[in-house]
């Protein structure tokens, strides 16, 4: 009975838009009022999820990113990846691609790098001749390399759930990442060709060679974080911390586009998305504790080794849940929720955690863009004043290639070990 007071909320406040943060608590405390419990497991159960050192690093990141935006880094990104990519057929949607790639090593989110891209690219390629259904799909749909390519987020949360090294689980992400670019530009340069999008004329070395360098700083910040990771100088809760330093200097007084006095705004800014993490991060916790007590891991485990327990075979059935999952929750509680319980059932069949924590992560990530609750479409429609309608249909290429990009990271597990093992010891 308990259990039905506990689905039976988070579903109904779910389904009635209800902030998913607030479905779980409500579900966790529904739960334990029908149980008899006492209320102070709840604050008792959320401080321990959050009480985490590695968790640290995502405030760390988030400032790091939003004081890199504020300094004038989208602008500089952009005209690099344009210089870089732009003189092909569809070469604005080939930028957006591209930008979204280099944009990925400093947001470390896919929301922010769809809000931040969109908002430039998205009028651009309507000004410049491209549908506005595909400038919106292929900037939703590029905004999910972000949190693949270090530093992430989601990887920050799967290292803390895991006990897997956040450093190991960012360079695991990088490969794929870069597959879902090229995957995706691919995609962009066939449709290009076929609808006679518009190309823009070679700008020369010059020009390639002088946006490199104006956006050279920013760029920089991703070698940084993966290099203080990959030598062992900097934990990555200090590395988020220096590059969160890096970044006000860089755009304060080496790009000089960061003004002083709105550095306290975006400090707030900062904390309140990262709280924002946090809560869901406990409340999530409360919930998962839940589910261990009454055994709902052991029970998903025991169901589907009844069915099978054939590797590939279970790792087939971990992406359909996966997938059908992103389509109606929020990345991270859906890692909280589901992670640790999938990732017993996987090495109960032989999985490397580290390959399944990558191929988890990048399913997740998908259902950004899957209706009904794909964030990404929602921001980049908005920005493209359109329904959700014409941005779904028009992202489905895009999709397609991305979940061909999942199925060798699922079934090719070297795509995310080999770079980890070989340049970290496991």
């Known amino acids: 009975m308990e259990l039905f007071w506990l689905f039976g909320t988070f579903l109904i406040t779910l389904a009635l838009g209800v902030p998913v943060a607030i479905c779980l608590g409500l579900a966790s405390l529904a739960y334990i009022v029908a149980s008899g419990m006492p209320l102070v497991i709840i604050p008792q159960r959320m401080f321990a999820g959050i009480d985490v050192f590695v968790l640290l690093c995502i405030p760390g990141f988030i400032l790091a990113g939003n004081l890199m935006n504020g300094g004038g880094i989208t602008e500089r990104i952009i005209r690099f990846a344009n210089a870089l990519v732009g003189w092909m057929r569809g070469g604005l949607g080939m930028t957006n691609v591209a930008g979204s790639m280099l944009f990925g090593g400093i947001s470390g989110t896919a929301v922010a790098d769809a809000a931040s891209l969109g908002s430039v690219l998205i009028p651009g390629m309507k000004k410049s001749g491209y549908p506005a259904d595909f400038s919106a ?14 530093p992430s987020v989601p990887m ?13 689980m960012f360079l695991a992400g990088a490969i794929p990442g870069i597959l879902m670019g090229v995957g995706m530009m691919v995609v962009c340069y066939i449709i290009s060709v076929r609808r006679d999008f518009p190309r823009q ?3 020369g070395v010059r020009e390639l060679v002088a946006s490199f360098f104006s956006a050279f700083w920013a760029i920089a910040m991703t070698a940084l974080i993966v290099g203080g990771l990959m030598s062992g100088v900097a934990t990555p809760t200090e590395t988020a911390i220096v590059a969160a330093i890096y970044a006000f200097v860089v755009g304060a007084f080496v790009y000089r586009e960061l003004p002083i006095a709105r550095v306290p705004k975006i400090v707030i800014d900062s904390a309140v998305s990262s709280a924002g993490i946090l809560a869901l991060v406990g409340f999530a916790n409360v919930f998962g504790s839940i589910l261990s007590a009454e055994r709902i891991p052991q029970m998903i485990v025991s169901a589907v080794l009844s069915i099978t327990d054939n590797k590939f075979l279970v790792i087939l059935l971990i992406n359909l849940l996966l997938l059908f999952v992103g389509m109606f929750m929020e990345t991270i509680a859906a890692l909280i929720i589901l992670f640790v319980p999938l990732l017993t059932l996987a090495q109960a069949v032989g999985i490397d955690p580290l390959h399944f924590a990558t191929f988890a992560v990048l399913n997740l990530m998908l259902g950004l863009t899957t209706p009904p609750v794909g964030v990404c479409l929602f921001v980049c429609a908005n920005i493209a004043r359109l329904p959700l309608l014409p941005v779904v249909k028009a992202i489905m290429p895009f999709l ?14 070297a795509i995310s070990t080999w770079l980890p093992t070989t340049l970290m010891a496991r």
């Open 201 to 203: 004329e070679w700008k």
């Open 137 to 150: 799909a292929i900037t939703a749909a590029s905004s999910t390399v972000g949190p693949m390519i270090p």
């Open 156 to 168: 920050i949360i799967v290292g803390a759930l895991s006990g897997i090294s956040v450093g190991q």
């Open 400 to 413: 397609l290639s991305n979940i061909i990009v999942l199925l060798l990271v699922s079934y090719i597990p």
